[in-house]
Every structure is written in C-alpha cells, then in structure tokens.
C-alpha cells in the first residue's frame, strides 16, 4: 500500500496521525443518543463473510411502555430473488445489476443469539425474534424483525442487549458488499428502528417506524454512539465512520483496528489492501480544523486534487451558508471501476465518490458526486430525515444545494459539463431531467419512496425538488431563502425533522421579511409544488401595436397554458429604449397589458429574471417584433447528442 500526501496552500498541514484519543469527541452530547453500540466484528476475505458481537444500549425517549423492538437486517435484502428489494428492483439498481451466476454474489444477515442484561437473577435473558412485513404482503422478506419482551421497557428506561451475528456480503451492485478485494461494508449489523413518541412527526401515538427494505428507499435511524472493532488482514487499509483510536496486531496476519463516533446514525466501513491514501486539512473559519482523508484507486491518482478540492469547497459553502460541520473529520472513497455500485453513496464522516481514469476536467462528474454526497452529511446525517418517507428531505435538499455549489463553483452555465463547446449548469441539469418528463405531471415529491410512481423516484425526489426549490429561492430571493435553511438547520438539527417543520419556517420568515406580497403564508406554493402534480407553464403569447400618429396603445398578452399558478413578472421594452417591469399574480388563464406609450413595445418577457425554475417550457417565455439572427438551433442537436451520452454516466455516479 502507498500512502501519499497532498501539500494544500492556504490549508495547514496536510498530514495527520490517523489515531486519536479516545476520549468523548463532543461535550456536551449534541444528540439526544438513544441508540449506542458496541461492535466487534471481522472479516474474511476469502468466504466474504462478517462475524460480529454486538452490544446494543437502547433508551425510550417516550412515556409510552415499549413491549417490543423493532430490529432492521438490511443484509436480507440480498438473501434471494424473493425479497421485496429484489422485486421492486428486478436485480438492477442505478446502472448496476446483480450477477445471478453464483449463489457467492448473493448476501444475508443472520442473528445467532440475542441476550437481554439485568433479568431478575442478575444474568440474561434469550430473546426471540420474528420476521414480519410492515409494508407489504411479501413472506418472503426477512429485512425486518420484531422482538417481543417479556418485561417491558417503561419510559425513559434503558435496555441492553447482547447480540452475536454472521453476515455474508454481496458482490456490490446496491450500496454494500464486495468486488474482488474491495470492500465497502454498509447496512451491515442488526440495526433498531425508530421509536417515534407520539406528537414527534407524524406520529398521533407511539410507534415503532421500522420500514422492509425497498428498491427506491434508503434509511432512518436515531442518533447514538459507535464503538466498533473491525479485525482484517494486516495488508488492508481501512477507513471508517468516526476516528480511528487504535490498532492492535492479532494472530494470523490480522489487525484489530478500533473506532469511535459519536451522535451519529450509522456506522460504515471500507478495507482494501489497494487504497493510496490522500490527506488534507481545512481550517474552520471559526477555529479548529476538519481532517481529510481520500481512499483512491492507483488508477485515479491524478484525481486525487479534483476530489479534494470539491470537499474543500463544500465544507466551505455549507459552513457558510447553514451552519458548522461540527465532526473534527471525513473519509472519502474512491471505489473501483469494478464496484461501481458502491459509488455514490453517504454515511456519517464517511461518503463514496466515483470516477474514472479517463474523465477529463471538463466533465466535472467526480467533482459533483463529491460535493453531492457530502452535503448528505447535513441532511442525512445533522437532521436525519425519515428517507423511507420523505426522501426529498434529505435527497432534493442536497441536490438543490450540489447544484448551488457547483453553480457558483464553476458559473451556471458550465458547472457540470463544459467540454468540446458543450455546457450544461448543475441546476440546470436538475429542472432538465423534470421538466422534459414525458408527463412532468407524473406526481409529486411527497411520499412513501416505495409507492411514487414507478421509475420516478430520482426524477420526484432529487430533480423536481430541487428545482422547485430554486423556485422558491427566486420567489423569496436568495437572502432570504439563506435565512430560511440556516433556521431550519440550526432549529432541527439531531431532531429527525419532517415537511411540517420547513413548511412553518417558510411561513413564519417569508411573510416577515416580505410582508404581504404571496398572502398570509406560502402554503399555495407547497400545495402546488410538494404535495400536488401541477406543471406550471407561462407563455408570452402576443404584441400588438396599435398607433397612428404617435397615439394610440400597445398590448402584451401573457397565457398561463398549464394548471400550476404562480406570480410572474413581465418585463415590456420599448423602441425608445424604455422598459417596464409589470406583475401579475398568475392565477388567470390570460392577462393582457395595456400601455399608452408613445413608442411601440418592440419585446417583452414573461418571468424575465427566471424566478419560475419550474417553468417547463422556457422557450414560449419571450416575444420580438425583432426575431434574433443568432444561429443557436443548428447546435441543438448536437447538444441533445451529448447530453443523451453523458447522462448515463452520470446516473452511475449519482
């Protein structure tokens, strides 16, 4: 293994020792850390295979009595053809599908005890456990267990459980598994759900939220703290969620290496013995230092400065404009060609990029998968949304601001492809992939993932949502639209917020700084561009000039062609040179301006500034009684050929 190091101006010292105290990291505890584990487990490269001894601390944060846990084994999901994942996914998951010639590439978790501590004589007690399947009527889906309790856990009461275990892992093609001597190891220990009090979300009693794993759903967890031994061959490299606090020799040519995180939502893992280790560091403005540490491939080493540079510039952006990453480090892997499935992927401190020797500078995919998947660390990891529920918290959250960072990164127009005369924004990629839906009314970005309409969850959950988030940005102005996320992340940060708690945010900032001008609260906007299907589309229709003599008037008419209804501006130029900024609220079918003007309007634009991002047809938007000369139509086809051929790789990557 080589381990190299990056000399980063302006950064500090790019070297760091990888192992650290052991002492609590954060004081006080930032979460409220309901769920806490300790875990020993190894890996053996040949069988692919885990053996692990878990101990689980568990509170109630309820005053409810809780008569039994609710346990996800995310593993199950691999074990078969039958499992709801398999069948929702028929095998194929972005771009990857699993290899069905050998039952070695299929994976599985098995609980072989499971202990309660404290019985009456100061022992334990044997628990067990039953599969059940809260989604669906699949018997044959084993990603979920209940476990009945013989003495309740009363509230605000503690039970530990000792757990042993053995997983077999899956050649990746969903996230998790291995491919040859690569290994990234996710969703891999018995994991308890979610006790949800009642009056916390959507909750109206108490309840377990404990979802099978699906196809289009990723993950919801409390927040606790991750003590895990993770024992590999010597030769391997291993990065992981947290700090790493130790590394002892064991017997055999294995290592023992040991990890620590705190008020985190889950715990992942890589070993390779082939990672050529990048460092670096970034100084916080407000003091103190984040640690990097880039896991690369030998063959993307040249890449190395292109993914360091991205996570640079989002610690930066976020830290800037939400609030501190408050972990004192992050991991980021680079997976090989070959594991393609595992790219794209993020855990606490702990993301996957992807990449390919031959990408070159101008097709800025490694960059934005980097960006992407670390602004996962606010969403995912700092407010902990429920992904099985409401994805687009997490999931068009980020896509929203990847697309900001790349944008303001690169410039809007260029930051995610500029190459060979070709250029296509981040943002603009987003509003791209919806609005050229064959039915942008398909449905809507709220939901249980499992049940939005089929092949559409990437569309309604990152690309509409982040593009009726822009919306909202150029409604409100990006000023306030700041103020909006940094309150709704410093107010709901370690507290699993939900569509309720951004929603009142928005109605309680927006109408403060911009008093009446949307009506009383935005719930229309929501209405409209959350919870409904409505397609906005607004064209400038006609201009008529009606004047002898210097007298007479000009008109400009402005359709509303869609079922979507929000506020425009119409900018009218005239041929002295004049313009008028007119505004309507875009509830009519029509509206016509009237202008006494001694000069005859010559263009307009409807929502000239593109305020409206939801806007599915930007091209009826402007009229000339001067048609332009510029010769941009005999490109379009050959833009559409490059986007159509790059776009698949980007949904790799994505």
């Known amino acids: 293994m080589k381990q190299l190091s990056l000399l980063l101006l302006l950064l500090g010292t790019a070297g760091f020792s990888r192992a650290q105290s052991a002492k609590p990291l954060f004081v006080p505890p930032l979460s409220p850390r309901l769920a806490n584990y300790t875990i020993d487990v190894s890996l053996d490269p040949v069988t692919k295979k885990l053996t692990g001894r878990e101990t689980l601390t568990w509170r109630n944060p ?100 000792d757990i042993a275990f053995k997983a077999k892992l899956p050649k990746i093609f969903a996230r998790t598994g291995f491919s040859r001597d690569y290994f990234l190891v996710g969703q891999w220990f018995p994991k308890i759900g979610v006790y949800e009090p009642a009056g916390t979300r959507y909750a109206t009693t108490g309840q377990w939220n404990c979802h099978q794993f699906h196809a289009n759903s990723e993950f919801y967890a409390d927040y606790g703290t991750y003590d895990v031994g993770i024992t590999t061959p010597t030769e391997y490299w291993v990065g992981a969620t947290g700090l790493m606090t130790g590394e002892k020799r064991g017997p055999n040519n294995t290592k023992t290496t040991r990890w620590h995180a705190e008020d985190v939502v889950d715990f992942a893992w890589t070993a390779s013995p082939h990672f050529q280790v990048v460092t670096g560091r970034w100084k916080r403005p407000s003091g103190g230092a984040v640690n990097i540490e880039l896991l690369m491939q030998p063959e993307h080493a040249q890449q190395a400065q292109r993914h360091m540079d991205a996570v640079i510039a989002a610690l930066a952006y976020f830290h800037k404009h939400l609030g501190p990453y408050p972990f004192p480090n992050l991991t980021v892997v680079d997976p090989p060609l070959h594991a393609s499935g595992s790219a794209g992927m993020e855990y606490p401190t702990f993301i996957t990029a992807g990449t390919a020797w031959f990408v070159p500078d101008g097709a800025r995919f490694p960059e934005l998968v980097t960006v992407h998947e670390f602004g996962h660390q606010y969403f995912m990891q700092l407010l902990a949304s429920n992904e099985f529920e409401e994805a687009w918290l997490d999931e068009g959250f980020n896509q929203y601001y990847e697309g900001r960072i790349m944008d303001d990164w690169y410039g809007p127009r260029s930051s995610q492809f500029d190459l060979f005369g070709f250029k296509m924004g981040d943002l603009e990629s987003s509003r791209d992939q919806y609005v050229h839906q064959d039915n942008p009314a398909i449905g809507s970005s709220f939901g249980n993932t499992w049940q939005l309409p089929e092949d559409q969850y990437g569309v309604l959950t990152y690309a509409k949502t982040a593009t009726w988030l822009r919306t909202l940005e150029g409604l409100v102005g990006r000023r306030v639209m700041d103020e909006i996320m940094q309150t709704y992340f410093i107010r709901w940060r370690f507290k699993h917020p939900n569509a309720n708690s951004f929603i009142a945010i928005v109605n309680e900032i927006v109408p403060r700084r911009l008093g009446a001008k949307y009506g009383p609260d935005m719930n229309w906007f929501f209405d409209q561009a959350l919870y409904g299907d409505k397609v906005v589309d607004y064209q400038l229709s006609a201009i008529k000039n009606n004047r002898k003599n210097g007298r007479g008037q000009s008109t400009v008419t402005v359709q509303r062609k869609a079922d979507g209804q929000m506020p425009v501006d119409v900018l009218v130029h005239f041929e002295n040179g004049k313009e008028r900024m007119m505004f309507w609220d875009g509830k009519d079918r029509q509206r016509t301006f009237t202008f006494n003007e001694k000069s005859d309007v010559v263009w307009a634009y409807v929502d000239p500034k593109q305020k409206i991002y939801m806007d599915t047809n930007l091209n009826n938007n402007s009229l000339t009684l001067q048609p332009s000369s510029a010769p941009a139509a005999k490109f379009a086809m050959k833009f559409l050929f490059w986007v159509e051929n790059w776009m698949q790789w980007l949904a790799w990557l994505a």
């Open 62 to 161: 309820s005053s409810d009595v809780v008569r039994e846990l609710q346990f996800h084994l995310y593993l199950n999901a691999f074990r078969n053809e039958q499992s709801t994942f398999m069948r929702e996914s028929g095998g194929q998951l972005r771009g990857n599908e699993i290899e069905r010639n050998g039952k070695d590439n299929y994976g599985s978790i098995e609980i072989t005890s499971m202990k309660r501590r404290g019985n009456a004589a100061g022992g334990s007690e044997a628990l067990a456990y039953q599969f059940f399947q809260p989604d669906d009527t699949n018997r044959d889906d084993r990603t979920v267990i209940r476990v009945p309790l013989g003495k309740p856990v009363g509230p605000g009461e503690t039970i530990v459980l």
